[in-house]
């Protein structure tokens, strides 16, 4: 019952585990603290000391094996180096599918840096290092951060309309990846118009960093449902507050 995290990450493989790992906690733990799934739809954990909710196959809830099924087909991609400039969560009003429009209220962003001979993203950051720098230490200390972070947010967003459904995009590094690859569960995305609901706020949630990789997570969410939210838990800088999201720059070249 107990994920530990490792004592060292010296292989490309041990970092792919944890990232895909922590991939797997932060979807479970959005879905569960926005209600999306039941309660029988997750397994309790234990992250080293901090407890946790993963998302498993139900039969008797269709939409968690779904979602688990995606996950598998994003963890192909991973492998494979071609995802991801972008990795989507959307949860939308739900709508007719035949209709291409489709309208978002929330969209969590999970992108990805490979390095040692895969592409490369500059994820800028204020406390930039090298590969060789990064120390396991590091990478539990901002993984815990991440999580943290996001069981915060989570519980001081609004509630969600009572009728929502999920999507799932990946986005690919057109130079490397096979123009006919499709990962178990996706097809080519044919739907082109999608819409934000109400006026978005763009937020950096944070990053984790292993000597392979980089995880990065944003959301994206309507600024009333944050306009409630207590401004302390917003403020930057204080180390002792669970959650530092920053507003990012509408010139953020990343974007």
Not at 13 to 33: D, E, G, H, N, P
Not at 89 to 97: A, E, F, T
Not at 177 to 193: A, L
Request: hydrophobic fraction near 35%; aromatic fraction near 10%.
């Amino acid at each position: 019952n107990a994920v530990v995290f490792p004592n060292k990450i010296s292989t490309e493989q041990q970092s792919l585990i944890l990232v895909k790992r922590l991939l797997a906690v932060a979807v479970s733990c959005i879905t569960y603290l926005r209600g999306i799934f039941p309660e029988s739809a997750y397994g309790t954990r234990y992250l080293d000391d901090l407890c946790v909710k993963i998302l498993r196959e139900d039969k008797n809830c269709p939409g968690s094996t779904q979602l688990v099924k995606w996950m598998l087909g994003c963890y192909d991609a991973l492998q494979k180096k071609y995802v991801s400039l972008d990795y989507s969560l959307n949860v939308l009003k739900h709508s007719n599918y035949c209709i291409c429009l489709q309208t978002i209220t929330e969209c969590y962003h999970f992108k990805f840096k490979y390095t040692h001979n895969g592409p490369l993203l500059d994820f800028s950051s204020k406390n930039k290092r090298t590969d060789s720098t990064i120390t396991c230490a590091d990478t539990k200390k901002a993984s815990i951060l991440l999580l943290r972070k996001i069981y915060v947010l989570m519980q001081n967003l609004g509630p969600l309309p009572n009728n929502v459904c999920l999507t799932m995009k990946l986005f690919y590094y057109d130079e490397v990846t096979p123009p006919d690859y499709q990962p178990p569960g996706f097809k080519e995305g044919e739907c082109e118009g999608m819409i934000f609901e109400g006026e978005p706020l763009y937020l950096n949630v944070g990053e984790v960093p292993t000597p392979f990789h980089m995880l990065k997570v944003k959301v994206t969410t309507e600024k009333q449902r944050m306009e409630n939210v207590d401004k302390s838990i917003l403020k930057q800088g204080d180390t002792n507050v669970p959650l530092q999201v920053l507003r990012l720059d509408k010139d953020d070249t990343e974007e």
